[in-house]
């Protein structure tokens, strides 16, 4: 069975983000998508909010499995030895950063490998942070997120 983890704070999932977990969903058995406690940011939805938000929003995608880590990536691979990262690439900016975590990571664990997905055009300009922005201010962000994230913000802005 292939297997990967895709990480990050999904603080809140997006559309971007669903494009890389269907597309990796086609090239693994079975995809763990892990919520990364970041202690440098203050998140919007707490951890058990944002794995709810992350089942509703893939409930149709087969292989799916969804998770929440405090710590190093590295130490959760070890944990459960899945050594097969997917990061999500919107642009050249993106390449530098990540470039840099997949050579810590390999540094840290040899066996760590990254494969980097370039997310879709329509997708390449979408963060967490601008659809929270636009929800702020009461922006249309529907085609940006899911439904239910769309309904969460709605009911944090409101």
Do not use: W
Not at 21 to 44: H, T, Y
Not at 58 to 72: E, K, N, Y
Not at 144 to 153: D, M, Q, R, S
């Amino acid at each position: 069975m292939k297997k990967a983890i895709y990480a990050g704070s999904f603080d809140p999932i997006t559309n971007g983000h669903l494009d890389i977990i269907k597309r990796a969903s086609s090239l693994f058995d079975e995809l763990d998508v892990v919520i990364m406690q970041n202690p440098d940011k203050d998140s919007l939805f707490s951890v058990s909010e944002r794995v709810s938000l992350i089942e509703d929003s893939c409930s149709g995608v087969p292989g799916i499995t969804v998770s929440s880590f405090d710590g190093l990536l590295v130490d959760y691979a070890h944990q459960t030895s899945v050594y097969t990262v997917i990061r999500g690439l919107r642009a050249v900016s993106d390449f530098d950063y990540e470039c840099q975590m997949a050579l810590t990571n390999r540094q840290l664990c040899t066996e760590l490998e990254s494969v980097f997905l370039m997310t879709a055009s329509e997708y390449s300009f979408l963060s967490s942070s601008l659809v929270k922005q636009l929800a702020r201010y009461s922006a249309d962000i529907s085609s940006f997120v899911p439904k239910c994230v769309e309904e969460a913000l709605r009911k944090v802005y409101e």
